[in-house]
Each structure stands twice: as structure tokens, then as C-alpha cells.
């Protein structure tokens, strides 16, 4: 049985897989914490950081009521860590300390206008400044109950229209080119056939291990959203498990044996299919995006392929399966009209 950390303490992973821990209470500074938690040396400095004096978060350091000081206050907030999933929570967290890096930091956070916000996202990709705004958005959210902004300056701001399709979808002969440049057996087929036969994001293939397998039956927890998943084992990935020797708990890992992190995962992924002579737009999530397409071309409706890709809601789906094959489902559909 797992056990529970100690109380106010949190943990952080980064994209590498590392667990950091935090001394986090409201009203006292954050304090790292050494070692493994209940191990001798984590307790010690967990008993000395518990009886420190309280001290406001930020105090030498950042100016009060600037872009800075909100933002420590946000990041050590229950609105913070009560409402989005651990990944939503490590890519905030990001945008939030580049944003409140010099001179952006020191500005007053009272005197955020509207106009310079939306100038900020517009230097944005169009993918990243929809996650920028929302982030931004629920800061000033934050602001709004503190006292700290009289209105929410992002109230007004529409997230930016994205051109084409996201993600490219895989096709079939660049799923061919990859398994043939990779055998069975190899690390990259194993990867290849755990993003196309769960249809889940890479946050989630990389920490899947032979544990999470019970009767045929994977076990997944979403990390985006948290949300269980029990996804049947296809007979594919069946066998290239049964030929991929592991002695990990995770099935991916790294020369020296660690669960890969996201974006250590992609990069890699990236070199494995240079290797194959894939284009640059052949991606990690692409295959995602392939799995479901996959499912439409088999005529499965589309609660059953969020049964098994996680996807929320039909109108996040279609996105996902705009590449399947229109003739082919234009023949199917035909077909079953009965002309009397």
C-alpha cells in the first residue's frame, strides 16, 4: 500500500520523470525537502522547516501586489492545486515563472490592461497562446478574489482561430515505413504500438508498465484528466509486448534503465523516426490521432472511441478523426441504405 507524504507536503516530477518535494503552508515560505519522504534525513529537515518562523512568500525577493508577487501567492494557492490534474498543474506552472521573469515580474499586477495581454498572446504560437490565456485567465481569476484586480483583464480576450488539422494524422504507409525500419523486438516498435493500440497521449504510454495489465485488460489513468480507462489488450500489442523482453515497471525506458519523461520521450521519438526516413510531421500524438482514426474507418461510433481515447466530449473527437477515409465511409454508408 502506498503510503501518504507527510501533511502539507507536495511533490513535483519534472519532464524527466524526478519527484522533487515541498514544505507547502499558506502563510510560510516553500522549502525543498532532501531525501525520500519518511527517510531520516527528509524528516529532519521536515521537523526544522515545520517549526520556521512564518514569513510571507516572496518577501526580499519580488515587490508587493507586482505581476511577481501574485503569482508566488497563485502558485501556493488552493485554487492552484485543487483544480487541474498534475500535468495541467506542471504546464501552468511553466508559463507562470517565465511570466513573471524581469520586467514582466515587476510590473503592477493591478495595472495589467487588456491590450498588453493580448499583445503578449499574439507573439504566441496559435496552440500556445490558447494554453498562455487560459493559464493567464485563471491568474487573473485569482487576482479578481484577492482584491488584487478590480476586473478580469482576460475577460474579453477570444482565444486566436487555428488554421488546419493540428497534429498530422499518420497514414497507413508511414505506420508500414516506421514497423519496417524497426523490427519486433525493438525499443521503437514497442512505442510505436503502445501510442497506436491505446490511442493515448505520451504522458500516459510512458508510464505504463506490465502492472497496469490485468486479464487482458489495461489499466489507465489519464494523467490530463485524471479519468480511469480500462482498454482491452489488442492482439498487436500483445505480441509485441511478448516479444520485447522488460524488467522495469515502466515498458519505456531509458539507456540507463529510468521511465522516460514527455518531452525526453518525443525527442527520442523524433530521432527514431528520422531513422525511418518519416517527415518532420510524423509525431508521437500523430499516432494518437491515427488510432482514432483507425476506429472511424471501422465504423465504431463515437462514444465507443471515447471509450477507449479518453476524449471528453464528440466535438473534441472529430478533430481527431477528420483524416479518416472519406471514400471508404462514403462506400459504407451507402451501403446500407436499403432502397425499396
Not at 526544522?48 to 508587493?64: D, F
Not at 485563471?138 to 478590480?150: A, H, I, M, P, T
Not at 518531452?263 to 518519416?278: I, K, P, Q, V, Y
Amino acid at each position: 500500500m502506498k503510503r501518504k507524504l507527510p501533511k502539507y507536503v507536495q511533490a513535483w516530477v519534472d519532464h524527466d520523470g524526478r519527484a522533487y518535494y515541498y514544505l507547502r503552508r499558506r502563510g510560510y515560505p516553500r522549502v525543498r525537502l532532501p531525501g525520500l519522504p519518511w527517510s531520516p534525513t527528509f524528516m529532519a529537515a521536515y521537523e526544522a522547516a515545520m517549526s520556521g518562523p512564518r514569513t510571507a512568500i516572496g518577501t526580499g525577493r519580488v515587490k508587493p501586489g507586482s505581476v511577481a508577487a501574485v503569482v508566488a501567492e497563485y502558485l501556493d494557492s488552493q485554487q492552484f492545486f485543487g483544480s487541474k490534474s498534475a500535468g495541467t498543474q506542471r504546464m501552468r506552472r511553466g508559463i507562470l515563472e517565465r511570466f513573471r521573469l524581469p520586467p514582466n515580474g515587476d510590473r503592477p499586477f493591478a495595472l495589467l490592461p487588456p491590450e498588453w495581454i493580448e499583445a503578449l498572446l499574439d507573439s504566441k504560437p496559435p496552440h500556445a497562446a490558447r494554453s498562455w490565456r487560459a493559464t493567464l485567465r485563471s491568474l487573473c481569476q485569482f487576482g479578481v478574489k484577492r482584491r488584487y484586480l478590480r476586473t478580469d483583464p482576460t475577460a474579453n480576450i477570444k482565444p486566436r482561430a487555428i488554421k488546419g488539422d493540428g497534429f498530422h494524422t499518420w497514414t497507413e504507409d508511414e505506420i508500414s515505413q516506421f514497423g519496417r525500419f524497426h523490427p519486433l523486438g525493438t525499443k521503437p516498435r514497442l512505442a510505436l504500438a503502445l501510442l497506436l493500440y491505446t490511442a493515448q497521449r505520451r504522458s500516459d504510454v510512458v508510464r505504463m508498465g506490465r502492472q497496469h495489465i490485468r486479464d487482458g485488460w489495461l489499466h489507465v489513468k489519464q494523467e490530463k484528466t485524471d479519468k480511469p480507462l480500462a482498454i482491452p489488450v489488442h492482439p498487436e500489442l500483445r505480441a509485441v509486448l511478448d516479444a520485447t523482453p522488460s524488467e522495469h515497471l515502466t515498458f519505456l525506458v531509458t539507456a540507463t534503465g529510468k521511465p522516460y519523461g514527455p518531452n525526453h520521450f518525443s525527442e527520442t521519438f523524433r530521432e527514431w523516426c528520422d531513422a525511418a526516413g518519416l517527415p518532420k510531421r510524423c509525431t508521437a500524438h500523430g499516432l494518437r490521432k491515427a488510432a482514432c482514426r483507425r476506429f472511424a474507418e471501422a465504423e465504431c461510433s463515437g462514444p465507443e472511441i471515447m471509450s477507449i481515447s479518453g476524449h471528453a466530449t464528440l466535438k473534441e473527437l472529430v478533430r481527431y478523426t477528420k483524416a479518416a477515409d472519406q471514400a471508404k465511409m462514403a462506400r459504407n454508408a451507402m451501403a446500407k441504405v436499403v432502397i425499396r
